[in-house]
């Protein structure tokens, strides 16, 4: 990602490390890779190879070597069943019972798989694997089974990172441009967590804003934020759900705005 947005060539380093990796601590059938070393021991040149070790950087791998890495996820896939005329159940989740390796899969699914895989495989988390919504701190997380007084972080940041990537979304953040990202109107001062913004987009003429409650109790009510880098200064219009408007001033393109807690969406335009 820094040799894309600033151009240079740490990345290069990348190219010697994985030629060796291939012909030393990849396992590989018919072409296509089946294991890889856990753990290698020099001293006694022992390898410690294992299909979960080609797994695990399976997410690491998607920018850089996306056919081996799809191929590892294919496997992970085989090896649940999920593709196949028999897949897991909450019920009968097989390999998709333990929590590590059903969270790892779920981050990885969402950059590869748009169909039947992703929706089997959200089946057997939704109907296994404790979803939780907390509407007094507005949360939703998922309990694992794990008895524990929070949610673990680490197992819900992979499904969630899994449940919003769309296939080769994460990938284009590494490989693709920054294009406009960094000058076009960015929204600052979100009043989080109590508000988050569920729309946030730019279109060239219009910004596109909704914003949502944390909980019940702040439903509703008005939350100010910052626009910033607007094209052009001077009168803008805030656009309300309601088909009411307000001018907005904008100056050195910026400007104050304040919107409904209530998902009702927002425009503001020349």
Known sequence: MHDTLLGTDHHAVFEPWWDHAVDNYITWQ???PVAMDLYYDPVVDEHVSSPMGLMAPVWYLAPQRPDVARSAWELAVGLT????DKPPTGDQPGLLADPGFASLLALQTGEFDDGPVRDRLWEVIDGLHEPTSDSDVGEF???????EPHPRGQLNARVMAGWV???GAWSRIFNAGPGRRFTDPTVEGVDFPDVALSEARWDSSILHLAAQPRNASIAGRRSAMQATALPSDGSWTLL?????SEVVNVIDG???????VD????????
């Open 240 to 244: 309300r759900p309601d088909g009411t």
């Open 30 to 32: 018919e072409g296509r």
């Open 81 to 84: 069943g999920l593709d196949g």
């Open 263 to 270: 998902g009702g969406r927002y425009q503001l335009h020349r």
């Open 165 to 167: 990537c769309t296939p």
């Open 254 to 260: 910026s400007a104050t705005l304040e919107i409904g």
């Open 141 to 147: 997380t998922y309990g694992f089974g794990l008895g």
